[in-house]
Each structure stands twice: as structure tokens, then as C-alpha cells.
Nanobody
């Protein structure tokens, strides 16, 4: 079965850190750009970060630039999102998905094919 599974979320205090993982099964991540997206309650899903398939290009939304770092380990078929200096406004369900990193981060994958995501809650 082809799928992406997110993990690593949790409850953290403001200023804290989390590392999210996105593991692919049923296909090889090597050939795909991967994006991280998030959706807060009552809001639209938004692109947070993106990493290209081969040349190391990365993109970050202004809201996370300087705090989040995206990376990939193709040998482990995994993409990571290191999140530092977390803020309450980072609270959301985080998803990973194959994406287009050009000019931002976007994905044309239908909603039915997205995973469950991982909940990140930043609160004192």
C-alpha cells in the first residue's frame, strides 16, 4: 500500500522543540519533492515547508522561517521537520505529502489520499 505516515507530534511548551517524521511505504521517496503542511482548527490547510527530490532546495513559509528545518534521509525513506522555538500559533495537525516546491509549497493530491497527520500542540 502506498502511503505516507506522519509521527512525532505532541504537547510542548512555548519555546520548545519537536521533530516530526514522515515515512513512506510502498514507494521510494527519492524521486519526489515532499512538503509539510498544517491545518489548525477552523483554518485552511497551509504549506509550511518543502524539500526538493535531489538538489537540496528547501522552502519555508515566512511564519516558520528560521525556526523550522526540513531534511530528508532517502536511505530511510523518511523526511523530517525539526521545529524549534515553537509558538502557540504553531498548534495544528501536521501532514506530509508529495509536493511541488516551486514558488512555495503546494500539493495536488486529493484529500482522500492524505494521511492522519500528527497533532502538535504548543501550550503552557
Amino acid at each position: 500500500q502506498v502511503q505516507l505516515v506522519e509521527s512525532g507530534g505532541g504537547l510542548v511548551q512555548p519555546g520548545g522543540s519537536l521533530r516530526l517524521s514522515c515515512v513512506a511505504s510502498g514507494f521510494t521517496l527519492d524521486y519526489y519533492a515532499i512538503g509539510w503542511f498544517r491545518q489548525a482548527p477552523g483554518k485552511e490547510r497551509e504549506g509550511v515547508s518543502c524539500i526538493s527530490s535531489s538538489d537540496g532546495y528547501t522552502y519555508y513559509a515566512d511564519s516558520v522561517k528560521g525556526r523550522f528545518t526540513i531534511s530528508r534521509d532517502n536511505a530511510k525513506n523518511t523526511v523530517y521537520l525539526q521545529m524549534n522555538s515553537l509558538k502557540p500559533e504553531d498548534t495544528a495537525v501536521y501532514y506530509c505529502q508529495t509536493a511541488d516546491c516551486g514558488g512555495g509549497v503546494a500539493s495536488d493530491i486529493a484529500d482522500d489520499y492524505w494521511g492522519q497527520g500528527t497533532q502538535v500542540t504548543v501550550s503552557s
